[in-house]
């Protein structure tokens, strides 16, 4: 994954006052979301989250839904079951989801900041990471693009 994208979740992480941020991004074939970039995440959690069904979990339903997805507490959310043992093991008690949505309306994953706590985030903290998904997909079309370009300049 380019610099790029690992410094826009690192900055929405920031912005957030989160302890953790992720980028998945979605397998179409598979109609999963595979955690990409990762700040602060512990590996246990990520493995224990796994690929990521839509609708499952506060990623896969942000962007199922294509909106913002909120699990306060991932120990008592019956929508956070599937993972609720890796939260338990990790510390990481409660998450945010954005959908990261390309300019056509294509849904290409979404941006998640965690946290150690029980928490929900304000609607500025939302709106201020829907922006940070409008870049991470601005840079993933560019990325998507520059790579197709050289796959058609080395075939030329």
């Known amino acids: 994954m380019s610099s790029?994208?690992?410094?826009?979740?690192?900055?929405?992480?920031?912005?957030?006052?989160?302890?953790?941020?992720?980028?998945?991004?979605?397998?179409?074939?598979?109609?999963?979301l595979k955690i990409t970039v990762t700040v602060g995440l512990p590996e246990e959690y990520v493995?224990?989250?796994?690929?990521?069904a839509l609708g499952d979990q506060c990623c896969g339903r942000a962007a199922l839904h294509r909106k913002a997805w909120i699990v306060a507490d991932m120990l008592t959310d019956p929508l956070f079951a599937s993972a609720r043992e890796a939260s338990a093991r990790t510390?990481?008690?409660?998450?945010?989801?954005?959908?990261?949505?390309?300019?056509?309306?294509?849904?290409?994953?979404?941006?998640?900041?965690?946290?150690?706590?029980?928490?929900?985030?304000?609607?500025y903290e939302i709106e201020r990471n829907h922006l940070f998904a409008t870049l991470?997909?601005?840079?993933l079309v560019r990325d998507a693009d520059h790579a197709q370009a050289q796959s058609v300049t080395t075939q030329a």
Not at 47 to 52: A, H, M, Q, T, Y
Not at 103 to 110: E, M, P, T
């Open 4 to 32: 790029t994208l690992h410094e826009l979740v690192r900055l929405a992480v920031s912005a957030a006052k989160s302890e953790a941020g992720s980028l998945s991004l979605l397998d179409e074939e598979r109609q999963v």
């Open 47 to 52: 493995k224990g989250c796994g690929d990521i």
């Open 91 to 123: 510390g990481i008690r409660s998450a945010f989801s954005v959908p990261v949505i390309q300019a056509d309306g294509k849904v290409l994953g979404s941006l998640a900041c965690h946290y150690r706590k029980p928490f929900t985030p304000t609607a």
């Open 136 to 139: 991470i997909a601005f840079a």
